[in-house]
């Protein structure tokens, strides 16, 4: 029996670094979590452009490129506006924890990551509103098909798995 509170969270990753890219997928994929990998522009969009995503992890650097330009680009795109993003760097940049959060960055994640620290902040960032917004989305498209009365109860079943933090 399959139900949307049941789906993993959908976590696209975005890093010119395949080890980086290869661990943080590792970690999160032995969270639970559906994780799709992007090491430029041009594979990001397209991601984004294919896939419902609930998060977007990016390096603010992407071989000489923007990773702060390159977010701000894919919330242009149909749907993305309400994804929220964690960046992440090895870099020594003056005022980058300020500009990733101007940019549209809930999180910043300082490379070499801890492991425990990254699924912490995906965890953080997975249960803002935007997710329950997107879960009842997803649930009203699928259940436009559906007689009126058991719709409630569905939309009962697709909320049980979202869990808000009390503190």
């Not at 290869?22 to 639970?32: D, I, K, Q």
């Not at 650097?61 to 749907?79: F, I, K």
Request: one cysteine or more.
């Amino acid at each position: 029996m399959s139900s949307i509170a049941q789906e993993p969270a959908v976590i696209l990753i975005i890093d010119d670094d395949a080890i980086t890219l290869t661990g943080v997928a590792a970690v999160l994929n032995l969270s639970g979590y559906e994780c799709h990998c992007a090491r430029d522009r041009e594979a990001a969009t397209k991601a984004a452009r294919r896939q419902a995503l609930d998060l977007i992890i990016c390096d603010v650097n992407l071989a000489g490129e923007s990773g702060l330009a390159l977010c701000r680009d894919l919330r242009g795109e149909p749907g993305m506006d309400e994804v929220p993003v964690m960046f992440m760097s090895s870099a020594q940049i003056p005022d980058i924890v300020r500009r990733s959060h101007e940019a549209g960055g809930a999180y910043y994640l300082r490379k070499p990551f801890d492991p425990e620290v990254l699924i912490e902040l995906v965890g953080k960032a997975l249960w803002m509103p935007h997710l329950v917004q997107t879960r009842v989305k997803r649930f009203q498209s699928a259940a436009e098909t559906v007689p009126a009365a058991p719709k409630m109860g569905r939309v009962m079943e697709a909320l049980q798995g979202i869990k808000i933090p009390l503190a």
